[in-house]
């Protein structure tokens, strides 16, 4: 569990049960862990909806890494948490910062199919580095900048037959333009290499944790505590 993406959910709610008699203070422990596990979840509840409200479309990966670990009667805290993977690339909505990136430069797709969540599908930078017509490297332009990437080569698909390892012609070839270039054609930007971008939303983690907790922890162990004397009581 990553330190600045968890939060703990506890009470001295021990004091609500002075005065009971004591069969009913046998069942303040479990009753105790009940309200706190409520609470918790509502937690949860709230955070799952935060990252869809905050995030652009975030992935179910992402959506369902909020987890709970459950108050028990021996230990009466319960922690919410971001589950690490998780945690590691949405530290900077919560602290600030710049995104953190799974290799060294911001893959930006160009002209690549993004799946439902405008992500890069999982393999598809290895199944382009394996295209005979497809290299990575850096380009300088006709404007004189310089751009870091995927590139695509031109093919004359009339001359040349481009096969993959399993000796199936290749598709969704950059098709030669002999009008460009002086007939041979122009490259096509795939994916761009960039700087990781400053983080602009704020999940306020902490913060939405506080205020449900602050809001719900008191009716929540009143409640559990009141199912407990009602069931003593039978």
């Known amino acids: 569990m990553a330190g600045l993406m968890t939060i703990r959910v506890t009470s001295n709610a021990r004091d609500l049960a002075r005065g009971l008699n004591d069969f009913i203070q046998r069942q303040v422990p479990f009753a105790i862990a009940q309200g706190i596990n409520r609470t918790a979840q509502r937690v949860a509840d709230a955070e799952r909806e935060n990252l869809a ?5 975030p992935s179910p990966f ?3 890494a909020v987890g709970v670990q459950r108050a028990k009667k021996s230990s009466p805290t319960a922690v919410v948490y971001m589950k690490d993977i998780t945690a590691s690339y949405l530290e900077p909505f ?12 911001l893959l930006n797709p160009k002209n ?3 799946n439902q969540y405008g992500q890069l599908p999982r393999g598809t930078l290895a199944a382009l580095k394996s295209r005979p ?10 404007s004189g900048e310089t751009i870091n990437g995927v590139w695509q080569r031109p093919t004359n698909a009339k001359r040349v037959t481009l096969l993959n390892a399993r000796g199936k012609r290749l598709g969704k070839l950059n098709k030669l333009d002999a ?4 007939g041979r054609g122009k490259l096509k930007l795939l994916i761009r290499f960039g700087d990781a971008l400053p ?4 999940l306020n983690w902490g913060t939405r944790a506080k205020q449900i907790v602050d809001q719900w922890i008191d009716r929540d162990l009143a409640a559990a505590l009141g199912e407990a004397v009602r069931s003593a009581r039978r």
Do not use: M, P, Y
């Open 199 to 202: 983080v602009k939303k704020q």
């Open 179 to 182: 009008t460009q270039n002086n």
């Open 53 to 57: 409200d905050t995030l652009d479309n």
């Open 94 to 105: 919560e602290t600030g910062g710049v995104h953190k990136l799974a290799s060294r430069a």
């Open 62 to 64: 992402t959506r369902n």
């Open 112 to 114: 690549v199919r993004l």
């Open 133 to 142: 017509d497809i290299f990575i490297g850096a380009v300088k332009t006709a």
